[in-house]
């Protein structure tokens, strides 16, 4: 049996991150870690590194799919891991990205006010009324927390889809980060053996 690292428990820390943003939305914060992290890590490391071994939402759909079987197990449609859907994803992501971090920006110079919201596929608005106390902040960083917030839930879902749908980790092959991650490495491994 393969022995246990203090990493292999961090599908906890999706859990709990999920948990507080529920019931406060600042914490959406904490989820730049999950952002910053991979891209740090692949810049000097030359590896996929957080994904293999630090990833605790892929280790949730592990938890998930594999250990509680709520997964189906079969294979993926091949166009969901193919380069033209999976860096067209990550454009995608990248946009919705800048979009709120756009939407951020109005609010801090006051050319728009804040909207307490969190949406699902960018849409759907989910009717949480409690998550932010008004003036606990300046608004902008709470503009930021329920953009933010509501682009993790949303990726998140799609993870769980995908997950039922096909294996467990299906999402892994088409994750924003995980490209975003993917392609720095190349760069990095191009660029030193130069």
Not at 125 to 142: E, I, L, M, N, Q
Request: proline letters at 4%.
């Amino acid at each position: 049996m393969k022995k246990k690292h203090w990493y292999d428990y961090l599908w906890i820390w999706s859990i709990v991150y999920f948990a507080l943003g529920f019931f406060n939305i600042l914490f959406a914060w904490l989820g730049m870690i999950d952002f910053l992290l991979p891209v740090i890590l692949a810049a000097f490391g030359g590896n996929k590194y957080f994904c293999n071994n630090l990833c605790g939402r892929g280790q949730l759909f592990s938890q998930l799919g594999g250990t509680l079987k709520c997964s189906r197990c079969r294979p993926a449609p091949r166009w969901l891991s193919s380069k033209p859907f999976r860096y067209g994803f990550l454009l995608f992501f990248l946009a919705m990205f800048g979009n709120m971090v756009f939407q951020t920006y109005l609010v801090g110079a006051g050319a728009s006010s804040l909207r307490e919201a969190i949406k699902l596929f960018w849409t759907i608005r989910v009717p949480w009324g409690w998550t932010y106390s008004v003036g606990a902040v300046p608004d902008w960083v709470a503009q930021f927390s329920f953009g933010f917030y509501s682009l993790m839930l949303t990726s998140l879902l799609l993870g769980l889809i995908v997950m039922v749908l096909y294996k467990p980790r299906t999402w892994c092959s088409f994750c924003p980060m995980g490209t975003m991650t993917q392609g720095i490495c190349k760069l990095r491994n191009r660029a030193t053996k130069h």
